[in-house]
């Protein structure tokens, strides 16, 4: 765990929103639920997790954070009882941002908004990026999937370790995940 690492980035579609995290994330994750399927366009969301303080979201110079940053409030879709805060670029529509009720201090920044890989000197293809399959690299791999219910069969098996088939619904559960996220 090298916290002297340089900070990963990213940025919404229009560039309007900057995205800046600093040491290396908690986990990442798919979300198959509908709520995610529908924000995301996509069949699943793929979300990297952090701690609050590892994360710096701004705006371009010149731009109104406020105008600029969207936040849609509830629609726990699935997830009953869970109320969800995403953010979007008003611009691109973006998302750059969830965070959920029951799990205070934690945010999720979607894998898609962040830089995939480092380019390297040249700015060709960054391949050591790539393959370097050590967890902390951009190689980053989904540790938990959630919602499999809902889970497109074609997608097939990811290796994630911790596999629910829908949000985490127990005492047990959410006592588990507090502890890989380090709130125990
Ligand atoms: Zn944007
Ligand atoms: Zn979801």
């Not at 110079?61 to 105008?67: I, K, Q, V």
């Not at 908004?113 to 960054?126: F, M, R």
Request: with cysteine.
């Amino acid at each position: 765990m090298s916290e002297s690492a340089k900070p990963r980035t990213g940025s919404c579609q229009c560039g309007a929103v900057q995205v800046q995290i600093q040491g290396t994330p908690l986990e990442m994750h798919l979300c198959h639920c509908s709520t995610c399927q529908k924000v995301s366009g996509s069949v699943f969301a793929a979300l990297v997790t952090l701690k609050e303080e590892q994360l710096t979201i701004t705006v371009k110079p010149g731009l109104d954070a406020e105008s600029t940053l969207k936040v849609y409030k509830g629609a726990p879709g699935d997830n009953s009882g869970s109320v969800s805060e995403r953010t979007f670029c008003s611009t691109c529509g973006s998302q750059i941002l969830l965070r959920n009720n029951y799990m205070p201090g934690i945010s999720m920044v979607p894998l898609g908004i962040l830089e995939p890989y480092p380019l390297s000197e040249d700015g060709s293809a960054g391949i050591e990026g790539r393959e370097g399959g050590d967890g902390e690299g951009w190689a980053m791999k989904p540790m938990i999937e959630y919602w499999c219910v809902r889970k497109r069969q074609w997608v097939g098996e990811t290796g994630a370790e911790l596999v629910f088939k829908t949000g985490p619904e127990t005492v047990e559960d959410l006592a588990e995940l507090k502890k890989i996220f380090g709130l125990a």
